[in-house]
């Protein structure tokens, strides 16, 4: 009896509730970046301590304007030089960059492993997704949502920590020493002049934001008709169409020039504006100081205190615009990533699911009704069993189901009606994992990871040795092929593994499957793409590797499945007569009809299935 160990990969990552706004959004990421508490404290003491060594410059400055107006005043005292204030000058300026470099430092790990982790979850998540949602996604948009969420987590991360946050320290710090210190007006001032800079900063911004995504809609736009115009070279000249396609290209960049002009020009807008305020703050803190001055309640030293504070507080504030965009543009990328993991799952391992036990693997499908939509039925009331160690082929028209019948199998959809069952188990009942450990299947296509021919066969069982590999490429009549490439077993296959022919694809996947040396097989076409020498070979390996173990033969053509146990004929989703070759023959039904264009037309039909050779190099599990 065999035990197929199940993963606890699935259950390891929860899937956080739906969420629209970009609160909720930051609130799916807090946790992530709360796992490393102590850093994230630390990090945090950092960036109190450089801003506050960022705001005292300016104390210590108008200490040291101070000290040298009551030298000016005291001409005997002229000689000496206010040596502490100067180091305690270069010791604050030093401070602010080194308590920033620590506390990117000790940030660094947080953001990093936020983001590893994210993107781990995500990706287990996509495995975890049915077949349905991956026939329907469109993989080149949604790894670019992938990609855009992850580096949207570092932007998000660096914007408002390093950013945002330092400034607001910054501005309490500043406020705080004001309020203590001066006359009520500096703070008012002061805190008038933020709240009016950052309104309009973000007005003008989301303002802004409108033409800069029609620019980039437009460039994108102008690119694609650009590239599409060259692609289609030959067309464009058999048709002599050059300057209608210079016209549909200027067309397009006329339109972005417009929108990059207007987006120019609110830049100006924004900027402009945003200086505006700066000066009439500027100026009016001046003025209240050299009041100050003048009515001898504040010094030299305070006019220029108050005055680079003005000026150090506002050169963060200059990027505000460029970091509210992009903490927006975090936010939006970074919510269709965590979308995808609210994804529903389809198909889950039930909450008690236990491993499947295999004793022999008989298939039982009890009165089986199924649908990919519900707006059509595909099987109806199929109803038969594969007897452990038997052979069961599936013969139909095209699209009658059969290829559904191994998608049920592996379980990538459930059943609408009835039961499937291997050994009795319902496969509802046991965990995915290893249902699909006991089964191996030769699809009808072949698609292999771009990696090289080992790692593909290797796939199979991935610790596999290298004699074991080379014992199943031998059993798929691959071997020789691989040692007359220049690269041997280390040959790329390509992408798809496109450099490879359709049979030699397809003998790498029954060297695979035999390597997984499951419980049950499936055999879907599985030597459709093979020249009649090869197939006879391979056949005769795949009959070789039936024997005894339970298998599923799907086939077009009937010669190759005549001796098999059972045969199943399948039409529009029912079964609608089932025997061994010489009873349907006998029958003489839609199998005999079938059997008989075959045997006047045998180019008709197409290959599968299992006969006979000796000796299996199959791998023991
Ligand atoms: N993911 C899907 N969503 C909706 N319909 C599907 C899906 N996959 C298959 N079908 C439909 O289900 C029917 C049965 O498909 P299936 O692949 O089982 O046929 P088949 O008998 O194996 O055909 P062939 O011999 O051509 O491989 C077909 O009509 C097909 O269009």
């Known amino acids: 009896m065999r035990r197929y160990s199940s993963s606890s990969s699935d259950a ?9 706004s970009d609160w909720a959004t930051l609130k799916t990421l807090l946790p992530y970046l709360w796992t490393y508490k102590w850093r994230v404290s630390l990090a945090l003491l950092f960036l109190i301590a450089a801003k506050m060594a960022n705001v ?10 101070d000290s040298m107006t009551i030298t000016a005043t005291h001409p005997q005292a002229m000689l000496i030089l206010p040596l502490g204030i100067l180091a305690a000058y270069g010791a604050l300026r030093l401070s602010t960059t080194l308590f920033t470099e620590l506390r990117e430092f000790v940030f660094a790990r947080v953001t990093q492993r936020a983001v590893r982790t994210i993107a781990l979850q995500v990706f287990r998540h996509l495995h975890a997704l049915s077949l349905r949602f991956h026939l329907n996604r469109q993989t080149g948009g949604m790894t670019r949502d992938i990609e855009r969420g992850t580096r949207g987590i570092s932007s998000l991360v660096s914007y408002t920590l390093f950013s945002i946050l330092p400034t607001l320290v910054e501005i309490t710090l500043v406020l705080s020493y004001l309020a203590l210190h001066y006359d009520i007006w500096f703070t008012v001032i002061t805190s008038a002049a933020l709240v009016t800079y950052i309104a309009f900063t973000v007005v003008v911004t989301e303002w802004r934001t409108h033409f800069r995504r029609t620019m980039n809609t437009l460039d994108s736009k102008a690119n694609t008709k650009a590239i599409d115009s060259l692609i289609n070279y030959e067309t464009v000249k058999y048709f002599g169409n050059e300057s209608y396609e210079a016209k549909r290209y200027d067309d397009g960049l006329m339109a972005y020039e417009t929108a990059a002009v207007k987006s120019q020009t609110s830049l100006s807008i924004l900027n402009t504006g945003q200086s505006l305020i700066i000066a009439i703050a500027v100026t009016l803190i001046l003025w209240r100081a050299t009041q100050g001055v003048i009515d001898g309640k504040m010094t030299l030293g305070d006019l220029v205190l108050v005055n680079s504070f003005m000026i150090q507080l506002y050169i963060p ?3 505000l615009g460029v970091i509210y965009r992009e903490i927006k543009q975090s936010l939006a990328d970074m919510e269709r990533l965590f979308s995808l993991l609210d994804e529903n799952r389809e198909i889950a391992d039930a909450p008690d699911a236990m491993p499947l036990f295999t004793s022999g693997a008989q298939v039982h499908f009890s009165h ?10 595909i099987l109806f009331d199929v109803d038969f069993t594969i007897l452990a160690g038997t052979t069961t082929a599936v013969v139909g028209h095209s699209g009658s189901g059969k290829s559904t019948l191994s998608r049920l199998l592996f379980r990538f959809y459930d059943i609408d009606q009835g039961k499937i069952t291997i050994d009795g ?6 965990t ?20 090289s021919i080992e790692y593909n066969i290797a796939y199979g069982m991935p610790d596999a040795s290298k004699d074991q590999i080379i014992a199943v490429a031998k059993a798929a009549h691959i071997h020789d092929f691989i040692e007359s490439l220049p690269d041997g077993y280390a040959s790329m296959v390509g992408e798809r593994g496109l450099k490879l022919s359709g049979g030699e694809k397809q003998r790498v996947a029954i060297a695979r499957t035999l390597l997984k040396n499951p419980a ?6 599985a030597t459709s793409a093979l020249d009649s020498k090869s197939e006879q070979a391979i056949q005769t390996q795949l ?17 190759t499945i005549a001796d098999a146990e059972q045969i199943l004929v399948l039409d529009h989703g029912r079964i609608i007569e089932r025997g061994t070759h010489g009873q349907l023959l006998a029958a003489d039904g839609a199998y005999a009809q079938m059997w008989a264009r075959q045997q006047a037309h045998p180019e008709e039909a197409q290959a599968v299935s299992p006969p006979s050779i000796s000796q299996t190099p199959f791998v023991e599990a």
């Open 317 to 319: 504030l200059n990027f």
């Open 425 to 430: 188990q319902d496969l509802r009942s046991i």
């Open 520 to 525: 049950l097989l499936i055999f879907d076409e």
């Open 368 to 377: 089986v009704d199924f649908s990919y939509e519900s707006n059509r039925q």
């Open 12 to 20: 390891a990552t929860p899937v956080p509730a739906p969420k629209h």
């Open 56 to 65: 005292g410059v300016p104390l210590v400055l108008k200490r040291l304007v």
């Open 543 to 559: 009959k070789e590797i039936a024997k005894n173990r339970t298998t599923l033969v799907i086939a077009h053509r009937l010669s």
């Open 432 to 451: 995915q994992t290893s249902l699909r450990q006991a089964i191996g299947i030769v699809p009808q296509d072949t698609v292999l990871f771009n990696d």
